[in-house]
């Protein structure tokens, strides 16, 4: 489900503006409607996912050091 919304979000943001425009853009559809950043919240659930499939600590610390990146640029 978080590779689905994060290439969902990342589609989204490539193509909200049309060849040649430069101004700045806000989706205002999807998930944009709820949470500020979709594509971060995705990438969070796939590894969280990937954190719970392995069960060990490797995995649970670079799920905690990716979330500790993302959520503050969130």
Do not use: Q
Request: charged residues 20%; proline residues 7%; glycine residues 6%.
């Amino acid at each position: 489900m978080g590779l689905v919304i994060n290439w969902k979000a990342d589609n989204r943001l490539i193509h909200l503006r049309k060849p040649g425009e430069t101004d700045y853009k806000i989706p205002v559809d999807g998930l944009f409607e709820r949470i500020s950043c979709p594509n971060l919240f995705g990438e969070l659930l796939e590894w969280s996912g990937f954190a719970l499939a392995c069960w060990n600590l490797p995995a649970l610390t670079f799920f905690i050091w990716t979330a500790a990146n993302l959520i503050p640029r969130a």
